[in-house]
């Protein structure tokens, strides 16, 4: 334990060579759905106002929006820079209904209230060429599907790794009727002129974005008080 907010272990992972495996070597837990590390949560001092300062400074277009229109990325890292798992607090009007899960195996107040964490997010660097012109760097929250797609690429040594130079990929999403499915396909620079229209990005580029890229948790963890503001207004809708 420490005074200081520890949102996660620190995982940076190695962009340009591959002397560490592709997702830290910790693949294993983040393929079982678990969040990959035990979190310490922030200092009592924090609290919704932290967790909302949080979510203003990190903007409204940090994160990925994937819609119906297949969508170009270039993903940036070999492996995902942070897995958790999160509760889904309808109840919540004000703020995210999302709140991330303190981890398996510590005293998350929410699981111990009886909520279990349902939905798991690996989050990865990319750049979306949804404006071809405009390229902007983006976090990707995939999946627990995409996830395994994308390890499954990752370790094959003709098809990986996930941040090979002339390796694209396109996602979309599809709304079914009691579920959102995503599709991911991998791309070829050469063949991205050809079927979408879309000039691969120069090196010069690659690297600027590589060096801006988030390394870092971005959805930071609730501390106690949060927490039981949260587990409270559970317990005021049941
Ligand atoms: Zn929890």
Redesign the pocket.
């Known amino acids: 334990m420490t005074d200081t907010p520890v949102y996660g272990r620190r995982r940076a992972l190695p962009t340009t060579q591959a002397a560490e495996p592709p997702f830290g070597g910790r693949e294993p837990a983040v393929i079982e759905g678990r969040v990959v590390s035990t979190p310490t949560p922030p200092p009592a001092s924090g609290g919704w106002d932290e967790a909302e300062r949080v979510a203003q400074a990190s903007g409204g277009d940090v994160y990925l929006k994937i819609t119906e229109n297949k969508q170009i990325i270039k993903i940036l890292a070999e492996g995902p820079f942070d897995a958790y798992?999160s509760?889904w607090i309808d109840e919540i009007e004000e703020g995210s209904k999302s709140?991330r899960?303190?981890?398996a195996n510590?005293d998350?107040?929410?699981?111990?209230y009886g909520?279990?964490?349902k939905r798991y997010s690996a989050c990865f660097s990319v750049v979306s060429l949804e404006d071809p012109e405009h390229p902007s760097l983006r976090v990707w929250e995939a999946g627990i599907k995409i996830l395994r797609q994308l390890k499954e690429i990752a370790f094959d040594p003709k098809r990986g790794p996930l941040n090979r130079d002339d390796i694209y990929f396109t996602i979309r999403k599809e709304v079914k009727k009691k579920a959102v499915e995503y599709t991911l396909e991998r791309v070829k620079d050469r063949d991205l002129e050809e079927e979408y229209g879309v000039t691969p990005m120069d090196a010069e580029t690659l690297r600027k974005f590589a060096g801006e890229m988030h390394t870092e948790p971005i959805k930071a963890l609730y501390n106690e008080a949060a927490m039981e503001e949260v587990v409270q207004i559970l317990i005021n809708a049941s």
Do not use: E, F, I
């Open positions: 798992n509760h709140v899960c303190w981890g510590t998350c107040p929410l699981c111990a909520d279990k964490a």
